[in-house]
């Protein structure tokens, strides 16, 4: 009778909701992809609250890789690496309901209003499958399944979306989860691309620069740049910024195909550089976080905070967010880069910090996003 009890509170456990809406509204208020924009965009134009009050906490199914939820409303969808796209109302703490697959999911999904599209990397094959799920009627509409493994972020286009394999084959998806066409680099790729209008700029392994008209197929920029590349692409304007293996931080000319300066921080860097359109903020695995000047590229200050940095940060106007492997997020003064404040958790941070609907999120490893809302100039 004991054992037979025992079971049936372990299944019980394990059922989840079906991730399920069937009533949702057209909304302007939304993050559909990694960074918000085809540029990467990690820079929010306004002050982030003096205090902040932790409101909820939603606990997921499994760790999570460095990327980011993505928003609808009042929704948030939460991907994790046990193969789990959760989705809450943030605002209740609510758990609206869960699609699994059959493999991790270390990437964000791309969202188009009831559809949501996913890459899966299967267990135990060499294979990964592209789902497109729709949420209003709780159905898999369609799956491709292709060779490889994909941990680069996607890119959502006005008429689908880009996946950039790890073997470096791109492929653009229209929005009913079909291939509209392939390119093959030939080459390893684990960085997260970016996308101004039809140009696409790739990182390689081998420390290669690719561009690539989507709109022609084809690639027009190769250039060897760095010995090898593990971070990703961030674009302002017609100038790209991204960081290598070797721990140096380039920009890139967009308009003239050329670096414009390289600044070296002596450790490699495995985030996206982030950017108010006057300085370049970026970590790296030892731990430090600098600020370079967007113009120059002169070193305008660094700080060592222990740990290794490899989550890309959120900047504000008056504080730049960055996680560590301490089990901290530092809250730094862009300006001089002084130590604000720090939150301490059990385990470490995993996922971009999102500010949307006036709270901020924050994804700690083992299946918790932290919720704050902010208490401006507090006692």
């Avoid at 540029?39 to 306004?46: G, S």
Wanted: aromatic letters at 12%; charged letters at 20%; proline letters at 4%.
């Amino acid at each position: 009778m004991k054992k037979a009890l025992l079971i049936l509170l372990i299944l019980a456990a394990g059922c989840t909701n079906p991730l399920i809406i069937r009533h949702l509204p057209i909304e302007k208020k939304k993050i559909e992809m990694f960074g918000g924009t085809p540029e990467r965009n990690f820079y929010y134009d306004f002050n982030l609250p003096d205090s902040l009050r932790e409101v909820t906490t939603l606990k997921t199914y499994g760790s999570y890789a460095n990327t980011s939820p993505v928003f609808y409303g009042n929704y948030i969808f939460i991907p994790d690496l046990s193969g789990r796209i959760s989705s809450f109302n943030y605002l209740t703490g609510q758990e609206v309901g869960v699609e699994k697959s059959k493999g991790e999911i270390p990437i964000a999904p791309i969202l188009l209003r009831t559809r949501i599209f996913l890459v899966v990397n299967n267990y135990n094959e060499e294979t990964f499958s592209v789902e497109f799920y729709d949420y209003k009627v709780g159905e898999v509409i369609s799956r491709q399944t292709l060779t490889g493994a994909v941990h680069n972020e996607m890119i959502k286009t006005d008429n689908g979306f880009l996946v950039v394999a790890d073997n470096g084959t791109i492929y653009k998806f229209n929005f009913i989860g079909e291939i509209d066409w392939k390119l093959e680099l030939k080459e390893e790729v684990r960085a997260d691309p970016a996308l101004q209008n039809s140009l696409l700029l790739v990182l390689t392994d081998k420390g290669y620069l690719v561009i690539v008209n989507v709109n022609q197929k084809k690639i027009i920029f190769k250039k060897k740049l760095s010995s090898s590349f593990r971070s990703g692409v961030t674009i302002k304007d017609s100038d790209a910024f991204f960081g290598d293996e070797a721990g140096n931080v380039f920009a890139f000319s967009l308009k003239e195909d050329r670096v414009l300066w390289k600044a070296q921080t002596g450790f490699p860097i495995r985030v996206l550089p982030v950017t108010d359109m006057r300085n370049i903020y970026v970590g790296n695995l030892n731990g430090d976080v600098y600020s370079i000047s967007i113009s120059s590229g002169e070193i305008l200050w660094r700080k060592n905070f222990g740990g290794v940095i490899n989550t890309t940060p959120a900047l504000f106007k008056n504080v730049l967010v960055q996680p560590n492997l301490q089990n901290k997020v530092l809250f730094l003064n862009p300006q001089k880069g002084k130590l604000i404040k720090s939150l301490k958790f059990e385990r470490s941070p995993q996922m971009t910090p999102v500010f949307f609907g006036n709270r901020l999120f924050l994804g700690v490893e083992k299946g918790k996003i932290h919720i704050y809302e902010g208490v401006q100039n507090a006692k």
